[in-house]
């Protein structure tokens, strides 16, 4: 096979893996069923549909944001896109670390049977050499992407899915091409593809291997940190826990309070309470029965994670497979330019007395009305005062002076125009000032 990954092979991995999971959560429902039972018989059991949305701690979601695959979403975001996607995920905790878990290797193979892929295919062309079980692309799909996050605010972990692939040699590959970028904080191993042509759902990581991964990602960068993945925890490290953090992407759980109560009760019983990050991704189809009828269901599920988990440092993944369901992809609308169009002079007496009016429409640069912009605008001549209203859906606000008896000469001055996300542009304004004499 050449060396890029056969295309039907990338297009048909979506719904490979949404097969794969059916069968890997039946196993993954009995193991869960196994633990009920359990609780079951110790009497805790009776709380399981207490847990409701709650609000977090804000302090204990440290990161927050999306999983992002070529085979997981279509059309791929745009770099913009997936800095609003991540920034609205991340700005449901404020202080929270806006994070992609950014995935620039696969697995490969030939054949349908992905259960004998043994190779990892790096998104990038090779540095040249030889390099066993992995393969490269002829152009670098990843860059454009790490270069905008470098100027936006966003952090990454550059995650693999290593097969056979010697994992020392992916790390060094991958930090040696992408370690410039300063939006990279770390590298990730999704262990359910761990030697999985040898063992089905991966090789149970090691105290060695974990501390070695380790020490090789932090060869590029002392700062750098390493994330493990799979949805049992048990093929986490035995005892080694150095700075790692700890991913579970469990799905098929049933509910909230199930999700909620094995992330509590294996991954943070087991691996939290040192100082490791714990991470939780979440937003599988498999849960799309329960979690849509949240509403608000990144927000409702994190919260319940991080008020159940208190006091560990925590992360919130959506995955890309449902991404457009809860999360906006597309880049947000450009600020608006408005500016004034006119101000219409206008009188009326009452008596011996006279009022001004100026009535001042907003347009963009389209020359289409600009609703709720609140215009600002001062009075003087006849009348002194300040004035302000909020324009309608035609663009226009009418503004009344004071009443003087006698009348006068009444001048209005358009001091500010205000609406969020736009911008006032005085330059264009088709006049500013405008006056009328009454009677």
């Known amino acids: 096979m050449a060396n890029i990954l056969n295309v039907e092979n990338e297009k048909n ?11 890997e959560k039946e196993m993954h429902k009995k193991y869960v069923s196994a633990i009920i039972v359990s609780l079951l018989l110790v009497g805790t059991f009776a709380g399981l549909n207490a847990i409701q949305p709650v609000k977090a701690a804000i302090s204990d979601i440290h990161h927050a944001g999306c999983r992002a695959s070529t085979y997981g979403i279509s059309p791929f975001p745009t770099p913009a896109g997936w800095e609003n996607a991540i920034k609205t995920m991340a700005g449901f905790w404020p202080g929270s670390q806006p994070i992609g878990i950014w995935i620039v290797g696969i697995l490969a193979g030939e054949g349908s049977d992905y259960w004998s892929w043994t190779d990892c295919n790096l998104q990038f062309p090779s540095p040249g050499g030889s390099y066993p079980y992995i393969r490269f692309n002829d152009t670098d799909f990843h860059e454009q992407f790490l270069a905008y996050f470098d100027t936006h605010g966003i952090k990454v ?10 994992i020392p040699t992916l790390i060094d590959l991958v930090l040696n091409r992408y370690g410039s970028h300063s939006c990279v904080i770390g590298f990730g191993i999704d262990v359910e593809w761990y030697k999985s042509s040898i063992q089905k759902f991966g090789i149970e990581v090691t105290d060695a291997e974990a501390q070695a991964w380790e020490a090789a990602v932090k060869a590029h960068n002392s700062s750098y940190k390493l994330f493990l993945k799979h949805w049992w925890w048990t ?3 035995p005892t080694y826990r150095g700075d790692l953090i700890f991913i579970d992407d469990s799905q098929g759980l049933g509910n909230l309070d199930r999700m909620v109560k094995e992330y509590r009760d294996q991954w943070a019983a087991h691996l939290g309470g040192q100082g490791n990050i714990l991470m939780f991704q979440v937003g599988y189809e498999k849960d799309r029965t329960w979690w849509s009828k949240l509403p608000n269901p990144p927000k409702d599920i994190g919260d319940a994670i991080a008020s159940a988990i208190n006091g560990n440092p925590l992360g919130i993944i959506w995955v890309d497979f449902t991404l457009r369901e809860v999360l906006p992809t597309e880049p947000p609308p450009p600020p608006g330019v408005m500016h004034v169009a006119s101000i219409d002079m206008s009188g009326t007496k009452t008596g011996p007395k006279w009022k001004a009016y100026a009535t001042v429409k907003i347009v963009d640069n389209n020359n289409a009305p600009v609703p709720s912009a609140t215009v600002y605008g001062h009075w003087s001549g006849a009348w002194t005062g300040d004035v302000n209203g909020v324009t309608g859906s035609d663009g226009k606000i009418k503004l009344s002076s004071g009443s003087v008896t006698g009348g006068g000469t009444f001048t209005f001055t358009v001091t500010n125009v205000v609406k969020t996300d736009w911008t006032y542009d005085p330059a264009q304004n088709v006049e500013t000032s405008d006056t009328i004499t009454l009677p």
């Open 13 to 23: 991995k979506t719904e490979e893996f949404s097969n794969k999971r059916r069968g």
């Open 157 to 166: 972990f550059l995650q693999v899915e290593p097969g056979l692939a010697d």
């Open 235 to 237: 093929w986490m490290p």
